[in-house]
């Protein structure tokens, strides 16, 4: 499976946009790419997911480039709840392998 | 809410005794997952399973076995708990099919004394 890289922790403001971008270098054909958030205390929470170009649903939008060796995820005016871990994670379709990196730690302040 | 529950919630036991956690799902998921989560760190991956009797292996998997007799059903054994076991373990369930959303069980705390 491909590794992920992303940063360890980000700070933002309220009502700011936020975006936070992950590599996947070694990215394959029947990959795909997922993002979730965990809160404190709780298991994760699934947020978006994409293969290529660009996926947009109620909480977020997911950026991918042609060459797929990375993806923004982008969470629109920010408030403080939230506040979590994000994790972005690039699952085999056909075992459905899913392994979570570190995460970004997101920190809104107000 | 998906219906995934965890059991126990809390687990207090003593070093070198064996462990079962138990997933059970009323969802029909194929796919099964056990995590463990320690302080300040990402969930990394035990076991996991794809389908009635079918598992495999994930990135921390030495000491740890699981099976899955039913679908509804994956157990996590530590089989002589170690003090290094001491975490929060998570299961998951996926429906996979080109969906890769999983659920999330509310999370069993185990301390290893």
């Known amino acids: 499976l491909a590794k992920t890289t992303q940063p360890i922790s980000m700070d933002s403001y309220e009502g700011q946009e936020v975006n936070i971008t992950c590599s996947h270098n070694n990215i394959a054909t029947n990959d795909y790419i997922t993002w979730y958030q965990q809160f404190p205390s709780q298991g994760p929470r699934f947020i978006i997911q994409g293969y290529k170009t660009k996926v947009t649903n109620e909480v977020a939008s997911l950026f991918i480039p042609a060459d797929r060796k990375s993806s923004t995820l982008s969470l629109p005016r920010v408030s403080l709840s939230d506040t979590a871990v994000y994790y972005c994670?690039?699952?085999?379709?056909?075992?459905?392998?899913?392994?979570f990196g570190a995460g970004t730690r997101l920190t809104v302040k107000p | 809410d998906a219906g995934i529950t965890q059991s126990p919630r809390h687990k207090v036991t003593e070093t070198g005794t064996p462990v079962t956690l138990r997933c059970h799902q009323t969802e029909n998921h194929r796919y099964m997952y056990w995590y463990r989560q320690d302080p300040g760190h990402g969930l990394r991956l035990i076991h996991y399973?794809?389908?009635?009797?079918?598992?495999d292996k994930g990135e921390v998997s030495d000491g740890y076995s699981v099976s899955r007799s039913k679908t509804e059903d994956f157990l996590l054994t530590l089989e002589s708990a170690t003090s290094s076991q001491t975490s929060v373990y998570f299961c998951a369930i996926s429906d996979g099919t080109a969906n890769t959303e999983a659920f999330f069980g509310q999370g069993t705390r185990l301390t290893v004394v």
């Open positions: 994670l690039v699952v085999r379709i056909n075992n459905n392998d899913m392994r």
């Open positions: 399973s794809y389908g009635v009797k079918d598992t």
